[in-house]
T-cell receptor, first 111, second 109 residues
Framework: EPEVTQTPSHQVTQMGQEVILRCVPI?????FYWYRQILGQKVEFLVS????????KSEIFDDQFSVERPDGSNFTLKIRSTKLEDSAMYFC?????????FGEGSRLTVL | RKEVEQDPGPFNVPEGATVAFNCTYS??????FFWYRQDCRKEPKLLMS???SGNEDGRFTAQLNRASQYISLLIRDSKLSDSATYLC??????????FGTGTRLKVLA
């Protein structure tokens, strides 16, 4: 069964460092998303991506964040200068239109 | 009203019990709705989609009430393995899906 894969599963970084989280969506899906979940809190929308451009983004997705689909398979989330409050689980999701299918997540710890 | 609202629980029920969760939403234009299940520190996994009045899959039944803007999830004959957090998800357009805070269920032996 096709699945969304994410790397790394866990990354520890120092405050102010750049981080890139990678995702390989399901191959025939057209819509791609990043969500985050701070420990003990709800799943929060960050950004959606369709037709090689950002479709919608939340207030959380400020200038420190960017997304890219550099080739036909990868979908990346970059955080330019991490803050302590960026510590969270980051989930990538893809969709053919309708249901979202999630990867296992990348846990980011900012020290 | 919040975009998507759920009772956080926890709901503690004995094995075999029937339990129901509600979710209210604010966007009357939403056409589709989803229930996801999330185990501790894991990714959300799709449980059911609701596109019209309701959907049933084995022990799970989802119902939609558009007039009152809520969807419900009914679990019959609860199993220990049903213990999880149940997330209500409402698209607010093609490109944005809003999650509720989730309702925690604990099924007790």
């Amino acid at each position: 069964e096709p699945e969304v894969t994410q790397t790394p599963s866990h990354q520890v970084t120092q405050m102010g460092q750049e981080v890139i989280l990678r995702c390989v969506p399901i191959s025939n899906h057209l819509y791609f998303y990043w969500y985050r979940q701070i420990l003990g809190q709800k799943v929060e929308f960050l950004v959606s991506f369709y037709n090689n451009e950002i479709s919608e983004k939340s207030e959380i997705f400020d200038d420190q964040f960017s997304v890219e689909r550099p080739d036909g398979s990868n979908f990346t989330l970059k955080i330019r200068s991490t803050k302590l409050e960026d510590s969270a689980m980051y989930f990538c999701a893809s969709s053919p239109g309708g249901e979202l299918f999630f990867g296992e997540g990348s846990r980011l710890t900012v020290l | 009203r919040k975009e998507v609202e759920q009772d956080p629980g926890p709901f503690n029920v004995p094995e075999g019990a029937t339990v129901a969760f509600n979710c209210t939403y604010s966007n009357s234009a939403s056409q589709s709705f989803f229930w996801y299940r999330q185990d501790c520190r894991k990714e959300p996994k799709l449980l059911m989609s609701v596109y019209s009045s309701g959907n049933e899959d084995g022990r799970f039944t989802a119902q939609l009430n558009r007039a009152s803007q809520y969807i419900s999830l009914l679990i019959r004959d609860s199993k220990l393995s049903d213990s999880a957090t149940y997330l209500c998800v409402v698209p607010t357009g093609t490109y944005k899906y809003i999650f509720g805070t989730g309702t925690r269920l604990k099924v007790l032996a």
